[in-house]
């Protein structure tokens, strides 16, 4: 499984910005597809996961601003962002994993830049 995220930019508070990511490559059926992002000193944390079942998760932080969506059709996950805060700064990354046997299978794309400019 390839991951290739896109989207990643310069932006103003309060602004909006949309993120893609194809998922590429044979293998099983995936459990979740998502998104997070580690910004600078700080650990990766996770942003919004679309469940195989239709669930959609977000972070507290990104409630209300932050939309995940999976495509899979398109084999695309995207996440839109709207009301964005110089906090919402981070590396991006798309993240798809899949039950193994004995644990659990996470693949990462290389990440995207997003600067919220204040």
């Known amino acids: 499984v390839q991951l290739q995220a896109s989207g990643g930019g310069l932006v103003q508070a309060g602004g909006s910005l949309s993120l893609s990511c194809v998922v590429s490559?044979?293998?099983?059926?995936?459990?979740?597809v998502g998104w997070y992002r580690q910004a600078p000193g700080k650990e990766r944390e996770q942003v919004a996961i679309?469940?195989?079942?239709?669930?959609?998760t977000y972070a507290d932080s990104v409630k209300g601003r932050f939309t995940a969506s999976r495509d899979t059709a398109k084999n695309t996950v995207g996440l839109q962002m709207n009301s964005l805060k110089p906090e919402d700064t981070a590396v991006y990354y798309c993240?798809?994993?899949?039950?193994?046997?004995?644990?659990?299978?996470?693949?990462w794309g290389k990440g995207t830049l997003v600067t919220v400019s204040s």
């Open positions: 993240n798809a994993g899949h039950f193994v046997a004995g644990g659990y299978q996470n693949y």
């Open positions: 490559g044979s293998g099983p059926n995936l459990f979740a």
């Open positions: 679309v469940y195989s079942t239709g669930l959609i």
